[in-house]
């Protein structure tokens, strides 16, 4: 059944208020400030060394904030016990840049895992299990070993197994790693669809906006870890023909 | 499960290590509770593995082991035998030490070498590989996978081996002693019987799995200790080799001391 659209009392999906990472002596996020409303759709895109891998992770609560904070749908995860950090993330689905699938498990096996814990009887395991392989065009692959597959066929296992629970927030970092173009185009017409039948929240990020601008009704452009812009997508182009810093951020886009 | 996300080094690091380790064989027994109320599940892929690689793989090295001890006991005891008028004292005072000291010890570190390494080694890859980092995301304890198959795996075959091992020890060197000193087993049972009581063999039985409880959250903790970088992978491998060792012996001393 769709779940019903967001309204003003939803609290965002996202909001970063004064975040900044050191990694090893070196400010790699300096002072970002964000909110993303729930069902819209957030580009981070910049160059290589930028952030972008750094702040996904943040926002995953994979790693903690040097200072700042982070808030999912009202949660701030500082404060969040491991019970509610757990349950919090059964809310999120995460394509990972470098690949998390387990490599001595088959793809189905992997596709299955966010669903593990849940009271789901094997029929519906096995529908759930069914769909996203026809979604993401995985059929025949249910039984490879993930180190088999191409690189493009291990991103597609992946957004299939941040897909199977049906997140409200996705994070895909690195979109255009290991796809083509075209595919890359099938799959956000996929995401697409999936967002108008429910509220799917896209944090994804990508070197440039080339694939993501259509999409994406809010852009953040990173360099050095600081924001270059914040805003909304559509007014990026604009922006840059303005802005040198945003400009070479965005390496060329037109 | 807190995953740290920086070195645990100095006096600090080390308490973090301690707490990380209590805290990762509390989550352990808890999650067994569970599974035996049907409210989880056992990983059995990964508890296959682990019973694999601490049981099979080395079962042949340990009935090789204590074959050898066996001959090497019985080979002793036959010289002692010749020499002195003291077979009974002499036969107790070496199952004495074969059954609380010796084969315990010997089990703790076989087991603990095979598999506690191979638990480090697969904690601190699933960093690496970012296998981790997937579990997390997903809403799984990674300890799922790791620590709970593993640790279930090297307390029942730790169990197993201590029986298996005191019997192979004792029959081999019942064997060397009756072809040598013609000591009947009948003899040999009724010197043991009369040297070792049950307190002694259940101390005998207990230890290999207590030695396992406390090498396996090491283990796992030096897995996630060792961080995102490959070199790491060694460095909590030779880690918990040698924490695995030292943490036996002292363990096997303050039972001697405390327990007795």
């Known amino acids: ?254 | 499960m807190h995953y740290p996300d920086r070195p645990l080094t100095g006096p600090a690091g080390t308490l973090e290590r301690l707490g990380l380790g209590a805290l990762a064989l509390a989550d352990c027994l808890w999650l067994y509770l569970r599974i035996l109320g049907g409210r989880a599940r056992l990983d059995l892929p990964a508890f296959a593995t682990a019973l694999r690689q601490s049981g099979l793989s080395v079962l042949p090295a340990l009935t090789l082991v204590s074959i050898a001890l066996g001959l090497i006991l019985g080979r002793q005891g036959e010289l002692l035998l010749a020499g002195f008028a003291l077979p009974d004292a002499l036969l107790i005072s070496l199952t004495y030490a074969i059954a609380l000291e010796v084969i315990p010890v010997l089990i703790g570190i076989l087991v603990a070498g095979r598999a506690g390494v191979a638990l480090a080694v697969r904690q601190a890859g699933l960093a690496v590989s970012g296998e981790l980092d997937g579990l997390l995301v997903n809403g799984i304890d990674p300890i799922r996978f790791t620590l709970a198959p593993t640790l279930l795996a090297m307390l029942l075959m730790s169990t197993a081996f201590a029986v298996w091992t005191l019997l192979v020890t004792g029959l081999t060197t019942g064997a060397w002693l009756w072809a040598s000193v013609a000591l009947s087993p009948a003899r040999l049972v009724e010197t043991l019987a009369h040297g070792i009581g049950p307190a002694d063999l259940i101390g005998a039985l207990i230890k290999p799995p207590l030695f396992a409880l406390l090498v396996a959250p090491l283990a796992c903790v030096n897995g996630i200790a060792a961080g995102r970088d490959p070199r790491g992978i060694a460095r909590a491998a030779t880690a918990t080799m040698l924490g695995a060792i030292g943490l036996i012996l002292v363990v096997d001393l303050l039972y001697l001391l405390l327990i007795g």
């Open chain 1, 1 to 254: 059944m769709p779940l019903p659209r967001p309204t003003a009392t939803t609290p965002p999906a996202l909001t970063l208020t004064g975040l900044y990472q050191h990694v090893a002596g070196r400010t790699a996020l300096a002072d970002l400030t964000l909110t993303l409303p729930a069902g819209e759709w957030l580009l981070i895109c910049g160059p290589n060394g930028a952030g972008k891998s750094l702040l996904s992770r943040l926002i995953l609560g994979l790693d903690r904030p040097s200072a700042g904070t982070i808030a999912l749908f009202g949660q701030e995860l500082e404060r969040l016990d491991s019970g509610a950090m757990h349950r919090l993330r059964r809310r999120l689905g995460a394509v990972l840049q470098g690949g998390s699938l387990l490599a001595d498990r088959s793809v189905l096996e992997n596709l299955l895992l966010p669903l593990r814990e849940t009271p789901l009887r094997r029929t519906e395991l096995a529908r759930a299990a069914r769909l996203v392989v026809t979604l993401l065009r995985l059929d025949g692959l249910e039984h490879h070993d993930p180190r088999a597959l191409s690189l493009g066929q291990r991103r597609r296992v992946e957004l299939a197994r941040a897909l199977i629970h049906q997140p409200d927030l996705l994070v895909w970092d690195g979109v255009a790693d290991g796809l083509d173009p075209s595919a890359l185009a099938e799959i956000l017409e996929m995401l697409d669809t999936v967002r108008r039948n429910r509220a799917l929240t896209l944090i994804a990020t990508d070197n440039t906006p080339a694939a993501l601008a259509t999409h994406c009704e809010r852009a953040l452009v990173l360099d050095h870890g600081r924001a270059v812009y914040a805003g909304p997508t559509a007014t990026l182009r604009e922006a840059a023909t303005d802005r040198l810093e945003l400009r070479a951020a965005l390496r060329g886009w037109r």
